[in-house]
């Protein structure tokens, strides 16, 4: 990060201002005076300023992606979710409510400590929503029976099961509306179930959609849906 934009970031002022009090030789990197706005910090570099150590303000960002099968969801390489999201907000982000590399949809990152250690709680009660396209139509009395065992259901933290054929291209698609569950859940239900599934595709998480963002695209979240996410979600309200 450049020294001027790591003083703004510090309070100090405008990337204006500090690139003036740098040129006025006011600001010190590991105890050496330094007069260039634009030189580049390191990892580790102490940065002084009137001799008090200055120190960015932190700034918590909140970014949604709808991320692709074929787009890993941590750094594996330079087309991550975490590494394109990372490029886009200037911080570090980790997921919430992860979904695995295989599943495609909405992703929510975010670098608030708060957040993070909510949704890292296994016994959080988020909501999201699976769209699972299937290889074969499923006949309806399979269906029915799948949704008459509630209980069952909920054993894989599946609220709600939904069906939907397409009448022109007939294969099925499944609607899971899910409670407190990655997922992994949701792969285990179908594979003991023995359903054969083309996509599996979370459309909604905790009150944030992927509605009108095309695949692959980002966006921050909302104001909002951040204050959805911060204030009134059920994991949050259990939190307090």
Request: net charge positive; proline share 3%.
């Amino acid at each position: 990060m450049r020294l001027n934009k790591y003083l703004s970031q510090s309070g100090a002022g405008t990337r204006r201002e500090t690139t003036d009090l740098i040129k006025k030789g006011l600001i010190h990197v590991n105890g050496m005076k330094i007069i260039d706005p634009a030189v580049e910090l390191k990892e580790g570099d102490e940065v002084t300023y009137n001799g008090k150590t200055v120190k960015p303000l932190i700034k918590y960002e909140y970014w949604v992606m709808n991320k692709s099968s074929k787009l890993p969801l941590l750094s594996q390489d330079d087309l991550s979710v975490e590494k394109i999201l990372k490029t886009k907000s200037g911080t570090a982000l980790k997921s919430i409510g992860d979904i695995s590399d295989a599943s495609c949809g909405l992703v929510v990152m975010t670098n608030d400590p708060f957040i993070i250690d909510i949704y890292s709680n296994s016994q959080h009660k988020a909501k999201s929503q699976f769209a699972i396209s299937l290889s074969n139509v499923m006949d309806k009395k399979t269906f029915d029976n799948l949704k008459s065992n509630r209980s069952k259901l909920l054993s894989y933290g599946i609220m709600n099961l939904i069906q939907d054929v397409n009448e022109k291209t007939k294969p099925t698609t499944l609607i899971l509306e899910t409670i407190g569950v990655s997922d992994a859940k949701v792969y285990q239900f179908l594979s003991d179930y023995n359903i054969h599934h083309i996509k599996v595709d979370r459309e909604w998480f905790n009150g944030i959609s992927k509605k009108d963002l095309k695949r692959g695209w980002s966006r921050p979240l909302s104001e909002k849906e951040k204050v959805f996410l911060l204030h009134f979600s059920p994991t949050n309200q259990e939190a307090k």
